[in-house]
């Protein structure tokens, strides 16, 4: 029997219906009682009278109803105006408990304030409940939802690689080693290698979401050692200027589809406006950026992250960004190679990519790939990577279209999007370098 829920009551005035959920709360008072049952699209109010010693069973089980409790309501769904949820009511024949909670839960979820955030983790499947966790992860959807649109609409081809690889798949560091019979594995990093596989073996256009893992011991509120990424890359480009314009493309319509769907609740709940961004994005070379910032800022960029940015300067840049162009994204281009991944095209030495930044955090970094063999190989030996990535390096020996791509973290997507500040709390089970649980 398909489920009724609760977005579709309205339907279903007047009609004996079933109706399953979640006990949200439980008012017994001295003639009637009150259960507000909720699933994951709304809620209901089911009233049981007890006058006159009416409905004995069922008054009852609901005086020992605990909060939490999963039930079964069989009744007549009436329209109701004075019911301020709503204005409707279940009236029951019956109550089922299909799973009854324990009395105490670990913690309120609707009342957050002053719960460490390690123990609402370690009871995620509680912490989960609150609809404002249920709202995050339909609004992450949404936006992933949108971006999967534009690209069957642009014919892409939706893979799904290997997260258990042979060879590191970037540098060589940062990746969790496994045990594979009797010999080494490792995580993926990425899907790199093997999106670039699919253009050497004429697919043209793909993407992948999928689980990518780093090894970084690093405790940032926008880093985890799983996590989920939009992988994106085409053939036939003349530059990674192609592969600009079309992530703005794909931004747009990704967060036009939030906006659409729930841009009024994220600025209710979350005090977030949706921005569709307009289009061209602006672009900045990275020496004209860090002018820009010690100008207008009296900011220097360490010595050690000269060539390439830090968390203080993609602040800094956000807000460069905004006063110079009114703009919340911004590319910088032209990194420095030692700082660039060894697969990255260079032109005059400069590497042919970028970094897109969305308020203040660095949320890609895009190039276009180089494809031809012998460069690509030489680039390799120069990063001392020759014989780890042998295998990836036979993709271009048999001739391979000029191509690029990029990636996208959805969670942290997710919590720039509205404001959360923490990736453990927009990935549906984070992980870290001190959690592996629940």
Not at 53 to 69: A, C, H, I, R, Y
Not at 241 to 247: A, Q
Not at 302 to 322: H, I, W, Y
Not at 364 to 379: F, M, N
Request: hydrophobic share 35%; charged share 30%.
């Amino acid at each position: 029997m398909k489920k009724i829920n609760a977005c579709e009551l309205k339907n279903y005035f007047d009609q004996n219906i079933e109706f399953s959920g979640f006990v949200d709360s439980v008012r017994d008072l001295q003639w009637v009682q009150f259960i507000i049952l909720r699933d994951s699209t709304g809620k209901v109010q089911v009233t049981i009278e007890k006058s006159e010693g009416k409905n004995k069973d069922m008054v009852e089980l609901v005086s020992k109803l605990t909060p939490e409790s999963v039930i079964k309501v069989s009744g007549k769904l009436l329209e109701s105006p004075k019911v301020k949820l709503n204005g409707m009511e279940l009236i029951p024949d019956s109550i089922d408990v299909v799973s009854e909670s324990e009395n105490e839960i670990p913690f309120n979820y609707k009342k957050i304030e002053g719960v460490n955030l390690d123990t609402r983790l370690d009871y995620r499947f509680i912490d989960l409940r609150s609809e404002k966790n249920l709202l995050m992860f339909k609004v992450q959807t949404s936006f992933v939802k949108g971006m999967r649109e534009y690209l069957y609409k642009n014919n892409f081809i939706e893979i799904h690689t290997p997260k258990l690889i042979g060879a590191a798949s970037e540098s060589g560091s940062e990746v969790f080693e496994v045990k594979y019979f009797d010999r080494k594995a490792y995580l993926a990093q990425s899907p790199q290698f093997y999106k670039q596989m699919a253009m050497a073996s004429g697919f043209e256009k793909i993407f992948e979401v999928a689980p990518a893992f780093r090894a970084e011991n690093s405790n940032t509120n926008r880093h985890s050692t799983e996590f989920t990424s939009f992988d994106v890359e085409f053939s036939y480009i003349d530059s990674y200027e192609d592969v600009m314009d079309l992530e703005e493309e794909l931004l747009v319509a990704g967060l036009s589809k939030v906006k659409e769907e729930y841009g009024m609740q994220i600025k209710e709940v979350f005090g977030k406006d949706v921005v569709v961004p307009t289009r061209p994005f602006p672009r900045i070379k990275l020496n004209d950026l860090y002018m820009e910032l010690h100008n207008r800022y009296n900011y220097e960029i360490p010595k050690e992250d000269v060539g390439d940015m830090n968390s203080e300067s993609e602040k800094l840049t956000a807000r460069f960004a905004m006063e110079e162009y009114g703009h919340e994204f911004i590319f910088v281009t032209d990194f420095s190679k030692t700082k660039r991944a060894f697969y990255h095209m260079r032109k005059d030495d400069i590497p042919q990519g970028y970094d897109l930044i969305w308020r203040g955090t660095e949320i890609t970094t895009g190039a276009q790939r180089e494809h031809r063999y012998d460069v690509l190989k030489s680039q390799a030996e120069e990063k001392g990577l020759k014989d780890d990535v042998k295998f990836y390096l036979d993709f271009f020996k048999y001739g391979c279209p000029p191509h690029g791509g990029f990636a996208l973290g959805v969670d942290r997507l997710t919590m720039l999007l509205l404001g959360t500040n923490n990736l453990k709390e927009t990935q549906f089970l984070f992980r870290g370098p001190n959690r592996l649980e629940p």
